[in-house]
């Protein structure tokens, strides 16, 4: 069956509906997916189930009208982007305006103090986030106030609250969140940047400045050093730079300046602004923008989730009818009535079963004949030579109510590597000792340690 790839929205969309099923799946309709096929293929194909996972979805959503409740904290991020954005370009355009005096003067090292000073400490703060993998630099410490807001309604949530609460947890949290809050902050700063320049020439077209620099506790020398230092990129451009003896004529109280100086100094401000701050942060956004995409390309879902175990036995069962048919060795007598497992995920035919430190009080199916239980080092051997000789494949029986500790994962592991058969891991219970989801789940992932898929783990 050809499966087309799934999107990041997809997954996001799913990772709501998980949400909102964990809290709100007895007010949901699932009269849309009642007959929902199992599936044609033998083994798992991760494409294929995300591909079902998405197509119940879709049925879900469309049943109980949710598409508007999922959409929502998408348009409430972009609203927040406006904003930020507005914010920006007001403060930028603030930034610039109160740099100018009434006196037609233009005090140049305050103005790129203003403009270009929080930029770049904001530029070494997301710099030193991304080196270290710091979330709370990388992104932002107002992106981390606000990443709290859907975690305010705990008592009684609703659809929509559940719904903002994984958006959230998918797209602006971990790798995915990184990225796009900091193609958010480039964005601001770019903002910020672009409105106080844009502010600077209209206002030079309009007017004419004097531009001067003046300081009290550094030495005379520092600022024409700075302007000599920050201006050698910009000769090596092209620019007409402001000289030595220009750059000294134009401190407070020096006197009035030609106009050759005053466009020197212009073209010095408009190219450290574009040096220093624009083209920087337009390089970075282009950067993070294509991180955003990397990551959310490789964004899965964690399908040992105990929601996704159950959807990945019950959409990816085979249609099969398997019976066991193998006899006691021991009895010479062979089993009757052989039945099909009530549960989705069938035992498969010809099974050999194994136990694993079992004890009297826990059964098998009784469709199944266990051919040796593990106990010490004698039955180990035993079965590692049984094991090694399979002709068809290996089931390994286990008390569901036990932890799953470090002994026996590393026995179920030699036992897999010693098998050139599928393995299979089947859950035991008995009623004297009930198994909570907590500990079914130890089982799974342990199961995954050893090579077992999660869909040839059987429950009972």
């Keep these: 069956m ?51 996972l998405a197509l119940r979805a879709k049925h879900l959503i469309r049943d109980n009208a949710l598409d508007d409740v999922l959409q929502q904290p998408r348009k409430q991020f972009t609203r927040a982007r406006w904003i930020c954005l507005i914010a920006a370009l007001t403060l930028g355009g603030l930034a610039a305006s109160q740099a100018v005096s009434e006196s037609s003067t233009l005090n140049i ?10 930029n770049m400490i904001s530029l070494l703060l997301w710099l030193s986030g991304i080196a270290l ?24 949530p609703t659809v929509a609250s559940l719904a903002s609460h994984a958006w959230w947890e998918s797209c602006l949290t971990g790798t995915v969140g990184k990225w796009r809050i900091s193609v958010l902050t480039h964005q601001f700063w770019l903002t910020y940047l672009t409105a106080g320049l844009v502010l600077l020439i209209l206002l030079m077209l309009a007017r004419q400045y004097n531009f001067i620099w003046g300081t009290t506790l550094l030495p005379d020398s520092t600022l024409p050093r700075l302007t000599e230092i920050l201006g050698t990129p910009l000769e090596a451009m092209g620019l007409k730079i402001p000289d030595n003896p220009q750059t000294v004529a134009s401190r407070i109280g020096t006197g009035k300046q030609d106009a050759e100086a005053r466009t020197a100094w212009a073209v010095f401000l408009i190219g450290a602004l574009l040096v220093y ?37 019950r959409l990816m069962a085979r249609e099969v009818k398997a019976q066991v048919i193998d006899a ?27 136990g694993i430190e079992l004890d009297d009080a826990t059964h098998w199916p009784e469709s199944v004949a266990c051919r040796l239980n593990i106990v010490d080092q004698e039955s180990h051997d035993e079965a590692m030579t049984l094991i090694k000789n399979l002709n068809g494949p290996l089931l390994l029986g286990v008390a569901a109510h036990r932890l799953p500790d470090r002994g026996v994962q590393r026995l179920i592991k030699e036992l897999v590597d010693g098998s050139n058969a599928k393995p299979w891991l089947i859950l035991l219970s008995k009623p004297s000792a009930p198994v909570t989801s907590a500990r079914e789940f130890a089982w799974f992932r342990l199961a995954e340690l050893c090579g077992i898929p999660a869909e040839h783990v059987i429950t009972r």
């Excluded at 970075?284 to 040992?304: N, V």
């Design 2 to 52: 050809s499966v087309n790839k799934h999107t990041f929205a997809d997954l996001v969309r799913i990772e709501q509906l998980r949400k909102i099923e964990s809290v709100k799946a007895g007010e949901l309709s699932y009269e849309g997916i009642k007959n929902m096929p199992g599936s044609a293929a033998g083994d798992f194909n991760y494409t294929e189930f995300i591909h079902r």
């Design 109 to 118: 090292y305050w103005l790129l103090a203003v403009l270009l000073g929080f």
């Design 133 to 156: 993998n710091l979330q709370s630099l990388s992104s932002g410490v107002v992106a981390q106030l606000a990443s709290w807001l859907p975690y305010r309604y705990k008592k009684d």
């Design 277 to 313: 701050g624009i083209f920087p942060r337009l390089l970075l956004l282009g950067f993070s923008w294509l991180m955003q995409q990397w990551s959310e390309s490789r964004f899965k879902l964690d399908l040992y989730l105990p929601y996704y175990i159950e959807l990945r036995q």
């Design 328 to 354: 006691d060795p021991q009895a010479g007598v062979k089993p009757a009535g052989v039945v099909r497992p009530p549960e989705n995920v069938a035992i498969p035919a010809n099974a050999q079963a194994f």
